[in-house]
Each structure stands twice: as structure tokens, then as C-alpha cells.
């Protein structure tokens, strides 16, 4: 009876997932965006995360190697990221409202970051 209990509640936990990851020209950052399945406590989550490909010892220690930049309660297929030149990275955002997004940076360690966020008046799309 316990082990049931257990199984159904881990099963509305819900999952995440790396949907793409992509390395930044210089090779020194990886963007990762990520989509997670909140399960019964809510909906779909996308978030896009930035990290140090080789942090040093320190960065490790301090927790600095990675951080989520970008946040959104929509699917991953609304949702793309490509890396210019030297650390710039663009995220697009297809059919984003204000209200969709939960987070938003314009700039992490040595990461300039600038958003393409075509909103449209129709919920459905």
C-alpha cells in the first residue's frame, strides 16, 4: 500500500527534459533549453539555461557555473535559440505574451543576450 501511494504521488511530479543544446562559437558556453512537464500541480514549462563549459574550481564552488536566463509557460516548439558572434545569444520566442513569460535576462558572465518575442492576439497559436 505504501509503495502505491509513493508511485502515484512521484508520478505528479511531473519531468524535464534537454530538448536542444547548442555550444557558443568560442566554445566557452553552452545554452541548453529544457522543457518540463510540471505534472498535476501544473502545465508546461520551457527554460532556456546558459553554463561555463570548463568553470574553474572557484566558479564550481560558488554555484556560478550556470543559470537560467529565460523562462516561459509555453511548449518548446514556440521557443528557439542561436548564438551570433563571439557570446551573443538570440532567443526567439514565437507567439509570447507578457504574461508567458516568468524570466528574462538581457545579460549573464560574459553572455549578451537579446529576445525576437512576436506576441499575437490569438491564445490558441
Not at 504521488?9 to 558556453?29: E, F, R
Not at 574553474?56 to 554555484?63: A, F, H, S
Not at 556560478?64 to 557570446?87: M, P
Request: with cysteine; glycine share 8%; hydrophobic share 40%.
Amino acid at each position: 500500500m505504501l509503495a502505491c501511494c509513493c508511485l502515484v504521488m512521484t508520478s505528479c511530479l511531473g519531468k524535464t527534459v534537454i530538448i536542444a543544446q547548442q555550444v557558443s562559437p568560442t566554445g566557452k558556453y553552452r545554452a541548453e533549453l529544457r522543457e518540463g512537464d510540471t505534472g498535476a500541480v501544473g502545465g508546461w514549462m520551457c527554460a532556456i539555461r546558459v553554463a561555463e563549459v570548463n568553470p574553474d574550481l572557484w566558479t564550481r564552488l560558488l554555484g556560478r557555473e550556470a543559470d537560467t536566463i529565460f523562462g516561459t509557460y509555453l511548449r518548446h516548439t514556440r521557443i528557439s535559440f542561436t548564438w551570433g558572434k563571439e557570446d551573443h545569444l538570440r532567443i526567439v520566442c514565437k507567439g509570447c505574451r507578457a504574461a508567458d513569460i516568468q524570466l528574462r535576462k538581457d545579460a549573464w558572465e560574459g553572455i549578451t543576450i537579446s529576445y525576437d518575442l512576436t506576441a499575437t492576439d490569438d491564445p490558441s497559436k
